[in-house]
């Protein structure tokens, strides 16, 4: 089977390992790739937002089945331009993928169907926003319609940080035409929590639960970010729980989505709040959790080849997905200034040293190779990753393995999974 992979980070190399590990016979390819996805396969020098470039690679070299990983080429209508050519491609659609590219069409998407989320107000117009937001009363949430790399979600706590956030919006206009409309909402108290499923247009195949943690420093403080770090169970999801967010939240937003007439295959996230009154969906993503799916992908135990060219075809023909007991973890060592402005190209050492340890598995994020060494290119730049018997034992095998690892401007938080472990609680 040839296998082309779109995608350069964390996320896209875990899913060319996966293959690798599951499907040995495979033919791989990654586009654009990067120096840890060469690891598995051969890198194809096309950026992820050429979908005709990508069409016509694929379909020149007879690729089999195509698994995007970034939600860029997705909401660029990927999936249709690639089934316009006859090609097997999983993910959604354009139509389907408006469930991330726009908060607008997701927020009026679930309260339609009585998927459970908060209330919200969208406007274009400053005055409205304020109002709106001291309406719902701070702190409050104000978010851009459309896509903004995890940065677009501004969380007040002041009538000065209201403010100041009104001025990103309506007079630096920092998210550009993704900002142009923004979304006001209540802040819902409690934890975050991350659900995805795979989908085949009709039914949900549930991934095990994660979390991740989106904050830049300790202690949730200072930037969002894509993910500074995620483990697998998320450790604070009862069974009653899991229960509730498969049906209230997956199969009714697949149900919805196919009675609207944009059937939803590919990966669905739902990013929830544990509040106190169930789960909230805070938002939707239309592919892998990125550094979720790093954590994710180490305990799943099928053939990944198999799974995706199913769901391509619409039918996963199952039920049920096998994933490893006991837990992972997902640590990002970033570059200092990262949410920010950050690409040291400094050398990095150790990255041997830390996969020699027990349990640990080193995903590329944001590297290059000069002169035969790997830099640190990105704003995430490398994912120390690890499975264990439990939480506290991959945890401290990928801390383990994140201290083997150096360079100058070497960023990461010390306390992913900390506040799960202090609950004492092992659940989903
Ligand atoms: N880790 C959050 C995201 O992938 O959007």
Known sequence: M????????GREHAICWLIRQRAPATE?????????????GESVAIDVSDIEGLGRFAAERDIDLTVVGPELPLSL????????????????????????????????????????????????????????????????VLKADGLAAGKGVLIVSSPEELEAALDVFFVDRRFGSAGARVLIEPFVLGEEVSFIGF?????????????DYKRIGDDDAGPNTGGMGAHSPAGIVTGEQLDEIMTDVMERTVAGMAADGTPFSGVLYAGLMMSPDGPQVLEFNVRLGDPEAQALLLRLEEDPVDLFAAGADGDFGRSELAFSSGASACLVLANQGYPGKAASGDAIGGIEAA????GVVVFHAGTGRRDGQVIATGGRVLNVC?????????????????????????????DIGRRVLGTGAVLS
């Open 386 to 414: 690890a499975v264990g018997d439990d939480l506290s034992q991959s945890l401290a095998r990928a801390y383990g393995g994140a201290a083997r690892i150096h360079w100058p401007a070497k960023a990461m938080r010390s």
């Open 28 to 40: 791989l390819y990654c586009a654009p790739g990067s120096p840890g996805t060469e690891e598995c």
């Open 199 to 211: 989908c085949d247009g009709r039914r949900v195949l549930p991934l095990a639960t994660s979390k």
């Open 77 to 140: 209508g990927i999936v249709d331009a690639f089934r316009e050519r006859g090609l097997r491609i999983f993910g959604p659609s354009r139509a389907a993928a408006r469930l991330e590219s726009s908060k607008v069409f997701a927020k009026e998407f679930m309260h339609r169907h009585g998927v459970p989320t908060s209330d919200f107000v969208v406007t274009d117009d400053r005055d409205t926003a304020r109002s709106a937001a001291e309406r719902f009363r701070l702190p409050a």
């Open 355 to 358: 996969r020699a340890r027990e």
């Open 2 to 9: 040839r296998v082309l992979v779109i995608g350069n980070g």
